[in-house]
């Protein structure tokens, strides 16, 4: 079975092609990091315009690469949520009248579920079951999976999601948009042990998260170096390593946590954060002295993409699932909705 797969929560255009048989065929992304830099965040409606922009000429460009003609399609998979509903909108319109001309039938996906199974497209793929991490721009969960569909919420951020939280301590500091990938980079010249930051609900039982309070404590710190004249280059590299050493070593301690919790010895991160390599490896060091084992996907699946829509998609069409025909784009879904496979 051939999907195409269509990608437009947020700020990414994704598109792909998956066969049941062969695997991802082509794929594509248009990012529009850079529209939304001057302003520091995705502006929704900004978002929803580009998209129709974008979207045909992406999915022409995947099907060439694929090497498959329109009439080649057997089913087509979208975000169906959550996200924002603008950009949600345009993906399910195109997916919807696409199906309808070439009568395949669609499927709305979620866009968790997406980035869950996004390692799944890597050579050596996890097995179920598994407990994931998804950390995101929007969402930081800890989730019990056994299957596709049975997803149990162990845990998840209070306030800010991970992803989020490096979007704003970026700001603060004065680096661009998106705020992971440059704190990240910045950090690898931070001095450790200058500035160390809190490690927040670490020290009470329980698997939910705040990332919040580390935008206040980077906002404070921040402040603190201008008023002592103190903020160069230097000091910005070693609050982005502070920083990203208290996300880091959180997220390491709820995921240990949540492995003895749930007696389970495989851990899959996914979402944009997951791309951190500090993270990756924090984990993988936790994970080996509890006899477990770290998956991920390559670092262009960890963020948003066609891809893993296209794969989550097919999974749920092989098992027989699809959409009556209309648009109803879930802007909120949790994830614990879905039935199980
Ligand atoms: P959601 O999936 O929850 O709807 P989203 O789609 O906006 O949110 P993703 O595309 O999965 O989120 O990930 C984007 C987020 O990942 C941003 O917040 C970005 O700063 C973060 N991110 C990307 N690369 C890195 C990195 N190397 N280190 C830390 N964070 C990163
Ligand atoms: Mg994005
Ligand atoms: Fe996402």
Same mark, same amino acid.
């Given at each position: 079975?051939?999907?195409?797969?269509?990608?437009?929560?947020?700020?990414?255009?994704?598109?792909?092609?998956?066969?049941?048989?062969?695997?991802?065929?082509?794929?594509?992304?248009?990012?529009?990091?850079?529209?939304?830099?001057?302003?520091?965040?995705?502006?929704?409606?900004?978002?929803?315009?580009?998209?129709?922009?974008?979207?045909?000429?992406?999915?022409?460009?995947?099907?060439?690469?694929?090497?498959?003609?329109?009439?080649?399609?057997?089913?087509?998979?979208?975000?169906?949520?959550?996200?924002?509903?603008?950009?949600?909108?345009?993906?399910?319109?195109?997916?919807?009248?696409?199906?309808?001309?070439?009568?395949?039938?669609?499927?709305?996906?979620?866009?968790?579920?997406?980035?869950?199974?996004?390692?799944?497209?890597?050579?050596?793929?996890?097995?179920?079951?598994?407990?994931?991490?998804?950390?995101?721009?929007?969402?930081?969960?800890?989730?019990?999976?056994?299957?596709?569909?049975?997803? &149990?919420?162990?845990? &998840?951020?209070?306030?800010?999601?991970?992803?989020?939280?490096?979007?704003?301590?970026?700001?603060?500091?004065?680096?661009?948009?998106?705020?992971?990938?440059?704190?990240?980079?910045?950090?690898?010249?931070?001095?450790?042990?200058?500035?160390?930051?809190?490690?927040?609900?670490?020290?009470?039982?329980?698997?939910?998260?705040?990332?919040?309070?580390?935008?206040?404590?980077?906002?404070?710190?921040?402040?603190?170096?201008?008023?002592?004249?103190?903020?160069?280059?230097?000091?910005?590299?070693?609050?982005?390593?502070?920083?990203?050493?208290?996300?880091?070593?959180?997220?390491?301690?709820?995921?240990?946590?949540?492995?003895?919790?749930?007696?389970?010895?495989?851990?899959?991160?996914?979402?944009?954060?997951?791309?951190?390599?500090?993270?990756?490896?924090?984990? &993988?060091?936790?994970?080996?002295?509890?006899?477990?084992?770290?998956?991920?996907?390559?670092?262009?699946?960890?963020?948003?993409?066609?891809?893993?829509?296209?794969?989550?998609?097919?999974?749920?069409?092989?098992?027989?699932?699809?959409?009556?025909?209309?648009?109803?784009?879930?802007?909120?879904?949790?994830?614990? &909705?879905?039935?199980?496979?």
């Amino acid at each position: 079975m051939k999907v195409l797969g269509i990608e437009t929560s947020c700020d990414e255009t994704g598109i792909a092609v998956y066969d049941s048989d062969l695997g991802l065929q082509a794929h594509a992304l248009f990012s529009q990091v850079d529209i939304h830099a001057e302003y520091g965040g995705v502006v929704p409606e900004l978002a929803s315009r580009d998209h129709v922009r974008r979207i045909l000429p992406l999915i022409e460009r995947v099907l060439n690469d694929a090497d498959l003609a329109k009439c080649g399609i057997d089913a087509i998979a979208y975000t169906r949520g959550p996200g924002l509903i603008g950009a949600l909108m345009v993906g399910a319109s195109v997916a919807q009248a696409l199906a309808f001309v070439l009568k395949v039938p669609t499927i709305g996906v979620h866009h968790m579920e997406g980035h869950l199974l996004a390692p799944m497209l890597e050579e050596n793929p996890p097995a179920f079951p598994f407990v994931a991490l998804l950390v995101s721009g929007g969402h930081t969960q800890l989730v019990a999976v056994k299957s596709i569909g049975d997803y &149990e919420l162990l845990g &998840e951020s209070v306030d800010d999601a991970a992803g989020e939280a490096f979007d704003k301590a970026a700001k603060m500091l004065g680096l661009g948009y998106p705020g992971g990938p440059v704190i990240a980079k910045l950090a690898t010249q931070g001095t450790a042990g200058r500035y160390r930051f809190p490690r927040p609900m670490t020290d009470r039982p329980g698997l939910d998260f705040s990332f919040s309070g580390l935008k206040t404590y980077t906002l404070n710190t921040v402040m603190g170096a201008k008023d002592k004249d103190t903020f160069d280059l230097q000091t910005q590299a070693d609050i982005a390593y502070a920083f990203q050493e208290a996300v880091v070593e959180t997220l390491a301690i709820k995921c240990r946590r949540a492995l003895k919790q749930v007696n389970m010895d495989t851990l899959v991160i996914a979402g944009g954060v997951s791309a951190n390599i500090v993270l990756r490896k924090r984990l &993988e060091a936790m994970a080996t002295k509890l006899g477990a084992q770290v998956f991920y996907a390559r670092p262009e699946f960890c963020t948003d993409n066609g891809a893993m829509i296209a794969y989550a998609g097919c999974q749920r069409l092989l098992a027989g699932q699809s959409d009556k025909l209309g648009i109803k784009p879930k802007p909120r879904w949790p994830m614990v &909705e879905l039935s199980r496979v």
